[in-house]
């Protein structure tokens, strides 16, 4: 296990005298900043410019839940991303604070210092842009900064930017940073996988097969696989992080009815119904999904890409490729797995929930739910 201390973050979180609500934050243990080694190294991903803080992090943490950044104040950024469920909400389209709902599900906030170009069509290129968009989208929280700003001036949050960024200005460009701080430190990393990895759990013998063939792209005649792994890579089950490598087209429509996907962002009709590779992570507490969130169980989603493979111009190379039984040129792919095989994948994902990252208090409510 790679550990690095910050020693600036050497902390307890009290803020008498400074919290916006007047109330004392009850101290938390020391909060250190982990990652496996199985994870990469990570001190490269930090930017230069929004280095960790113990002061960052913690009014991040606090903005994380701040329902004063949204329009009518109802709505905060935990309000999609709730702890409970890896940071989703449970929801196909998460509904803003006029109830018009969005165009594609909350994504799960893990692991984010291994990952780029974010939101399901990479359109975001960093976690800070990623954090203050949904601030000012109409369809969400639909708040200007102007009057964000002002009702965190009100409550005074001065007081916490000064001690975080050594100014008292809050902006929009330090709200993207501390929400950002807060974000990159929601690392998911003792899950029964990683548990195993680190040889402190003996697997089932179903999870067992369920590794193997998670990670294996099938051989027709020669090896059986599930082919998961060719795109959700690694440990960390997410995509590639090269330019647009970890984004893909899975099958889910044909070419008249499929979502546009990368299209929307580099206007190359090529990169029509691709969409980012999402990490695995905690998959069986973040349901519904894909980015419409029509499969509601792991269940379904094994099934499509078993036997649900729409065909289309852009369809992965990776699943047209992937299948356990030779197929003629054209046919519509399919991976031809067993009954066992599928019970066996879905004992691997199972082995992939965290319970100490969903219930880790250094991640929860500062405000005790009181701001619910």
């Known amino acids: 296990m790679r550990l690095i201390l910050f020693s600036s973050f050497l902390f307890f979180f009290i803020f008498l005298g400074c919290d916006p609500k007047g109330k004392v934050l009850e101290p938390e243990e020391e909060f250190e900043l982990t990652a496996p080694s199985y994870f990469g190294s990570f001190n490269e991903r930090i930017p230069e410019d929004n280095s960790f803080t113990s002061k960052g992090f913690e009014l991040g943490r606090m ?6 950044l ?3 104040n109802s709505m905060s950024c935990s309000s999609c ?7 989703t909400d449970g929801k196909a389209f998460s509904p803003g604070i006029d109830g018009q709902e969005g165009e594609v599900s909350s994504m799960s906030l893990v692991n984010l210092l291994w990952a780029e170009h974010f939101t399901w069509n990479g359109k975001m290129q960093s976690v800070e842009d990623q954090s203050t968009e949904p601030i000012r989208n109409p369809i969400e929280m639909h708040e ?5 700003i002002q009702k965190l001036e009100d409550a005074g949050y001065n007081t916490l930017f000064q001690e975080a ?13 501390a929400l950002a701080q807060f974000q990159r430190t929601l690392i998911s990393s003792n899950s029964k996988y990683d548990q195993y990895l680190r040889g402190e759990y003996e697997p089932t013998q179903s999870e067992r097969r ?6 294996t792209h099938p051989i027709p005649g020669q090896l059986r696989g599930g082919n998961c792994g060719d795109c959700h890579l690694g440990p960390l089950t997410s995509g590639a992080i090269d330019g647009f490598q970890g984004f893909h087209n899975n099958g889910l429509d044909n070419d008249e009815n499929m979502d546009e996907g990368l299209m929307a962002v580099t206007g190359d009709e090529k990169d029509k119904g691709r969409f980012k590779t999402p990490s695995l992570r905690n998959i069986a507490l973040t349901a519904p999904y894909m980015h419409d969130g029509r499969f509601e169980s792991l269940e379904e989603v094994i099934e499509h890409y ?22 003629a040129p054209g046919e519509r792919p399919q991976l031809f797995l067993t009954e066992q095989e599928k019970e066996d994948i879905l ?3 199972n082995m992939l929930t965290d319970e100490k990252f969903i219930n880790n208090p250094q991640f929860s409510n500062p405000f005790e739910n009181e701001n619910d």
């Open 81 to 87: 991303h709730q702890q409970s469920k890896a940071f």
């Open 144 to 148: 200007t900064f102007d009057n964000a």
């Open 165 to 177: 960024f050594e100014t008292d200005e809050i902006t929009e460009e330090l709200i993207g940073k």
């Open 210 to 215: 369920g590794e193997q063939l998670f990670f």
């Open 70 to 72: 949204s329009g009518d």
């Open 306 to 327: 078993d036997n649900g493979i729409h065909q289309s111009s852009t369809l992965d190379i990776l699943i047209i490729e992937g299948g356990n039984e030779n197929q």
């Open 63 to 68: 903005l994380f839940y701040e329902k004063k």
């Open 347 to 349: 004992a691997f994902l």
